[in-house]
């Protein structure tokens, strides 16, 4: 399934929207659970519990599902969209939630999730979000439009054309922009300034590794064959 997504809080377990509802893969004892939850539209981690939206009636509506399987209505009346993009973070530890309505491209934040989860949209045309590493910046993007919202300063900075163009775009730590462009690796800060190559590559995302000193790339050689490498970044 495309959206076969890792648990974060345990590598053998792995979840997916099935035909009957969201379920979960356990590697280390070879089973499959029953169905967690219905209409699930779409999901993300924090920690042990997992966000989820459900298209259940009256209207599509936000949940929580802990570890003992208990689930609890967060939030309502969510825009209506038969997908969902969803990523959580905590800024100054406060939980935070980004759920983009994919077929309205429109982006709800929800600030201080589990106790007043009440929403603002944020005003940039996107199909994803993605916070970066300290939950200060919210990257929003789809196929023709990027922009990153800082929620300190409540501001949406509008990425530049050549951003827009790009594929690919993923955050490199707290403070910079990774994006796939004209056969090569772009780095930018976070508003899409001080564009520079980082290395050739572009046939598959950049991949940043876990303690974000390095960055690996996939690009083919004169052969055609596909090299995979590892670009360290030198701070």
């Known amino acids: 399934p495309p959206d076969l997504t890792f648990s974060p809080s345990n590598w053998r377990q792995l979840y997916w929207m099935s035909d009957q509802g969201l379920r979960r893969l356990d ?86 999730l589990y106790h007043s989860p009440r929403p603002i949209e944020l005003p940039a045309v996107a199909a994803s979000a993605v916070f970066n590493g300290d939950g200060r910046f919210l990257l929003q993007f789809d196929e023709s439009h990027s922009a990153t919202y800082d929620l300190q300063e409540n501001t949406t900075y509008s990425l530049p054309p050549s951003v827009n163009a790009a594929s690919g775009v993923a955050w490199l730590g707290n403070f910079h922009l990774l994006s796939n462009q004209s056969g090569s690796i772009m780095l930018s800060e976070y508003d899409g300034n001080y564009l520079n190559t980082l290395t050739k590559g572009g046939v598959l995302p950049a991949f940043v590794s876990g303690d974000t000193r390095s960055v690996i790339v996939a690009s083919p050689n004169a052969a055609g064959a596909i090299h995979i490498r590892r670009v360290i970044i030198r701070e």
């Not at 599902?65 to 209505?73: F, P, V």
Request: proline letters at 5%.
């Open 27 to 112: 590697m280390g004892n070879n089973s499959i659970s029953a169905v967690l939850a219905s209409n699930v539209a779409g999901f993300t981690f924090d920690g042990n519990r997992m966000l989820y939206v459900s298209h259940a009636e009256p209207t599509p509506s936000l949940w929580v599902l802990d570890a003992n399987g208990e689930t609890k209505r967060l939030a309502d009346n969510l825009p209506v969209s038969q997908t969902y993009n969803l990523d959580f973070a905590h800024y100054i530890r406060t939980p935070m939630l980004a759920v983009v309505a994919v077929d309205s491209r429109k982006t709800l934040l929800y600030r201080n």
